[in-house]
């Protein structure tokens, strides 16, 4: 008997931890289905159907509907250009895309998912079925100019606030119109995916902003230091020979004029210069290899990933072209993330989609609370840097952005890639900003399969971003 | 007046979800209190039989030791009564209580034993007065009954109510409780009849008659049967009676709200099929209700169970094989489970063979075996595990696997063997896993689950999802999507209790098959009977683990296995076969140290 009280204490203990573990699991399970699966595909489609046929009403910041439900059923915005600009946004009640603000807010939207305080005063008050409205940080001027701009090729144009981090233009070309992506008829290919947030772009020489940021903090650091560039390629390891270019080289150079003509040769001596611990430590404080939620879709920061102690390597990486088993990526959101840290003395903020809910009562709540998500070590070289962006618009290859008043600053850049056909093409990008407490914004373009005007467009979106004034 | 009814039903989440969680962790907490007290009074010696020695040292100390249902003796500290001499082996004699009758045997045929100076080699029973050799020691056997009518004494006042006293537990209060439970009937009942549509009004009659039927017969239960069985165990029968209303009113809002009815049908078929599919699963409910005081009569006060032990013996791989040739349904629900009967019904056979095959299970473990007994044990277990993967019934084997092992491993404290069998387990899934395309799929649906949806984890993704947007409180009795859950009234119902009732109620369900585990385990530790001790264990870790598995695989926590949450899930085989082993556990809980002497 006391061997079975002692076999039954210990089956007691088992159960017991069995019981907490269910307990316990059942409700991280459901906290985790919330946060990801609440999107999942290949639900009964009827029953999606019924599900938002009452559902609240997806916003523009400027109050344009981009998602509504109406006699029973789901629409979405009634300017058709508009509701293709964000379809990888907004996504569909059918969830044929995924990581959507109508997937991923599904329960706020249908009644469910809110505090239990809330939940109890709405359902006292006879509000508690309805569903919340979403008020989106998108502005749909900005998003219809952006689509504009894209045009007929695949590409991606972010504009986000730097100071508060409202994302207030996010376009993905090729798109198409909800219907299609309903009935799954006439999709374009990638048309669904969306590049803004999920794309992953060698950032080419928009990267030297990072370089740059990096060099200031390195040891040998000299603000005036130059070196003779002989031709476009970085600085290869240590007795490498360099090929002399002749006339396409730069000469001496400086950091100023580096960043004006995008020298190669300048960010991949300073990048050897600085060493791989450093140019690494400097690429996760921009935010490279972190984890980036927005609110409850799922985004992607760059990856910065290469082999320690290989200049030859290293000076690639510097200037934004990874080879060999290096890894560097950006994702257009990212881009514009890198140069609002410059524009905001080196605090990134976090990103976000949804300014509010509209509770049945009408009212706005939850607002999104500004956060930051990464912060440069040092910041006190980092006017130098900006400053050089700024002079690199005025006077040098981004000068396409320019816009007259206003201290511009960008970066172009441009990166080999494998296409979806299999060849070699070359993407273009942008990264920029405005110097400008009343218009904080800056902008990540990246356009695929050829050589870009990337700074015209972007002087045009960041111009359309001034003219709208918009309140922030 | 519609769209006020089911505003009523929506704020009725409220009151059902706090209701079903206290009154669950209540009986929990009290449950579990309750074993603990009884761990700490360690152990109820065999009231009026002991044996008596004198000391090692000789002259007139006499030493009494207390026998308990199952007693080993040996040398080692893990035994019972612990004597030390070098002619005494580790574990030398194993005493016990079987059907009324006291037997001893060697622990192991290599020991020295003694009955009445005859050498002891198989079971013998002993009877007062008896001696009993044990190595170099001497013991007399005394039972106090005997002992007490020899020398015209009152049983009752001897020495043996002197010294080990009785333990009088006191039942726990439930008052409190039931009318908890009450009341959450009475609330979910009103709630799914003010959601019943009007194009159905015929059919609220019927509801209300048939859910009226269950709640005056679980009323009438909790008053009158502690009455006709002393030790009715209240506590038990409420987390069933929980279980079981919840799982009526769950089924009834699958029955009524929210059925789309075919193109092609006439609204006379449709509602005639409504109410044939709501008579059959309620009917089968207050049938298994109903027969409960039977079932408990019989296992309460006869040796029923005992002596169907040969018939189940056989019966249990019978009962697989039948289904084995018989059954149909893998193409649907990738094993072939159901029997087609006369008239459209279906019979599931194995959930009646996991009733042959725990009181199989129980009669072997009564004891602690000799290894031959084991061994047999396992052979017939082995064979009817190989008839389980055949079908393929993985639920079953998750489910009985581990009943196997966590009886067998109380019963005989053997943990290496224990081990032996958990690994033996182990390898029985890995080879599941290597030769079953559905078990593969199965685990690849899981371990995708965060990942992807595909076609074998679309279920639990739809049901995770459910549970996601019920929250704590639950979006209300009939306003979920549990169309778009695949098997959402049988495997998959925890989700859609979830999704409409809250998350609250889902772990108000954990509890009570919890506490009926707690009460089972209380019993077995109470009663002297070697085969009730193990059965009510059989019975209610089945209970537990069978919800635990069902609970965890619709989750995502373990991948899902084809087993359905017992009382609550539809399907009538598993409910009768259900009920009875309610019956058959809260009597075997009935049996009371006088009536394990019968």
């Known amino acids: ?472 | 007046m519609q769209i006020l009814s089911s505003y009523i039903t929506y704020l009725a989440r409220y009151p059902l979800a706090i209701i079903a969680i206290v009154l669950t962790a209540v009986l929990a907490w009290k449950s579990l209190r309750s074993l603990l007290n009884r761990f700490r009074q360690h152990t109820t010696p065999a009231h009026g039989f002991f044996l008596m020695s004198q000391t090692p040292a000789g002259g007139d100390i006499v030493e009494s030791y207390p026998l308990f249902h199952t007693t080993a003796i040996g040398s080692s500290r893990s035994s019972d009564i612990r004597l030390i001499s070098k002619s005494i082996a580790g574990r030398h004699a194993i005493i016990y209580l079987h059907e009324g009758k006291w037997f001893i045997r060697p622990a192991d045929s290599n020991v020295d034993l003694y009955l009445n100076d005859r050498k002891v080699n198989n079971p013998r029973r002993m009877k007062n007065q008896d001696l009993i050799q044990i190595g170099d020691r001497v013991m007399v056997f005394v039972d106090e009954r005997v002992a007490a009518e020899l020398s015209g004494q009152d049983f009752e006042g001897s020495i043996a109510d002197w010294q080990y006293g009785r333990i009088t537990e006191r039942p726990l209060k439930t008052g409190f409780s039931w009318l908890l439970s009450s009341l959450f009937f009475l609330i979910g009942y009103l709630a799914v009849l003010l959601i019943i549509p009007s194009d159905l009004g015929n059919l609220r009659l019927l509801y209300l008659l048939l859910l009226g039927i269950f709640f005056v017969f679980s009323q009438i239960y909790y008053y009158v049967l502690p009455l006709v069985f002393e030790n009715f165990d209240r506590t038990i029968y409420i987390a069933f009676a929980f279980v079981a209303a919840l799982g009526l009113i769950i089924q009834a809002r699958f029955a009524f709200v929210d059925r789309i009815k075919p193109l092609d049908w006439s609204d006379a078929d449709f509602i005639r099929y409504i109410r044939n599919d709501f008579i059959v699963q309620a009917g089968v409910a207050i049938f298994g209700l109903a027969i409960l005081p039977i079932v408990v009569l019989i296992i309460q006060r006869t040796r029923f169970l005992e002596k169907i032990y040969y018939v189940c013996l056989v019966l249990t791989p019978l009962l697989y094989l039948a289904t084995l040739v018989l059954g149909r349904g893998a193409a649907e629900w990738g094993a072939s489970l159901w029997i087609t009967l006369p008239g459209g019904f279906s019979l599931q056979l194995t959930e009646f063979a996991k009733i042959t095959y725990l009181i199989v299970l129980a009669n072997f473990f009564k004891i602690r075996p000799p290894l031959k007994t084991q061994l047999l044990f396992a052979v017939w277990a082995g064979f009817n595990f190989i008839l389980i993967m055949l079908l393929p019934d993985l639920g079953s084997m998750m489910i009985l696997l581990p009943v196997t092992l966590i009886v067998f491993s109380v019963m005989t404290s053997e943990y290496l063997k224990t081990a032996g069998i958990l690994i033996g387990g182990a390898a029985i899934f890995f080879a599941a896993y290597k030769l079953l395309p559905y078990v593969q799929n199965r685990l690849y649906g899981w371990l995708t689950l965060w990942t992807e949806t595909n076609a074998f984890n679309e279920q639990i993704i739809y049901g995770l999802q459910a549970i996601a947007r019920g929250s704590i409180f639950g979006r209300g009795l009939g306003v979920g999507n549990p169309r778009s859950i695949p098997l959402a009234s049988s495997d998959m119902v925890f989700s859609v209790i979830c999704e409409e009732m809250g998350i609250l109620v889902g772990l108000a369900i954990i509890l009570c098959f919890i506490i009926s585990w707690l009460r089972g385990a209380n019993a077995a530790a109470k009663v002297r009977d070697g085969f009730t001790s193990s059965l009510i264990l059989a019975l209610a870790t089945y209970f537990f683990i069978e919800a635990a598995v069902v609970i965890a695989g619709t989750t995502g926590l373990i991948p899902l296995t084809g087993a359905t949450l017992p009382l609550i899930a539809k399907g009538g085989s598993s409910m009768i076969a259900k009920w009875l082993m309610v019956g058959m556990l809260i009597g075997l809980c009935c049996r009371n140290e006088e009536g394990a002497y019968r």
């Open chain 1, 1 to 472: 008997m006391k061997q079975l009280m002692r076999s039954l204490k210990s089956i007691l203990l088992f159960f017991i931890i069995i019981s907490l573990f269910l307990l316990v699991g059942i409700v991280l399970q459901q906290n985790k289905s919330q946060r990801l699966l609440l999107q999942s595909s290949n639900e009964n489609k009827a029953v999606l159907h019924s599900r938002y046929s009452n559902a609240g009403t997806i916003w523009s910041s400027d109050m344009v509907r981009l998602a509504y439900s109406k006699d029973g059923e789901r629409l979405y915005a009634e300017n058709p250009e508009l509701a293709r600009a964000m379809v990888q946004t907004i996504g569909d009640y059918t969830h044929n895309i995924g990581n959507t603000v109508e997937g991923a807010y599904q329960d706020r939207l249908i009644g469910a998912g809110r505090s239990v305080i809330q939940q109890l005063a709405f359902d006292f008050t006879g509000n508690g079925m309805t569903g919340d409205d979403i008020i989106l940080t998108v502005n749909s001027d900005l998003t219809l100019h952006a689509q504009s701009l894209l045009g007929d090729a695949n590409g991606s144009i972010v504009i986000i606030n730097y100071k508060t981090g409202a994302i207030l233009c996010m376009v993905s070309t090729p798109n198409t119109y909800p219907d299609n992506v309903i009935t799954w008829t006439d999709i374009p290919e990638s048309s669904l995916f969306n590049r803004s947030i999920s794309g992953a772009y060698s950032p080419g020489s928009t990267y030297k902003i990072v370089t740059g940021i990096a060099w200031t903090e390195s040891e040998q650091y000299d603000p005036n230091y130059t070196m003779y560039c002989k031709g476009q390629e970085p600085l290869l390891g240590q007795g490498s020979v360099t090929e002399d270019r002749g006339e396409d080289a730069h000469g001496e150079i400086g950091m100023q004029t580096a960043y004006h003509v995008s020298c190669n040769h300048f960010f991949g001596d300073i990048g050897i210069k600085t060493g791989s611990e450093l140019m690494l430590d400097t690429a996760e404080q921009f935010g490279f290899n972190k984890s980036l939620l927005i609110g409850r879709l799922i985004g992607k920061t760059g990856t910065y990933k290469a082999a320690d102690n290989d200049q030859y390597l290293l000076s690639w990486q510097s200037i934004g072209q990874p080879i060999d088993q290096n890894e560097l990526t950006v994702s257009p959101l990212h881009l514009a993330m890198i140069s609002g840290a410059i524009a905001n003395q080196g605090v990134m903020m976090q990103p976000y989609l949804i300014k509010n809910f509209i509770s049945p009562f009408g009212k706005n709540y939850e607002s999104t609370k500004q956060e930051v998500f990464s912060q440069l070590d040092s910041t006190a070289d980092i006017e130098i840097i900006k400053n050089n962006l700024i002079s690199t618009v005025e006077q040098g290859r981004a000068y396409g952005s320019y816009i007259p008043g206003y201290a511009i600053g960008g970066k172009t850049g441009t990166a080999e890639s494998i296409n979806n056909d299999g060849e070699l093409a070359s993407n273009s990008l942008y990264t920029g900003f405005i110097d400008d407490p009343g218009n904080p914004y800056s902008v990540g373009i990246v356009i695929e399969n050829g050589f870009y005007d990337t700074p015209a467009i972007a002087g045009s979106i960041l111009a359309k971003v001034i003219e709208l004034n918009l309140p922030y």
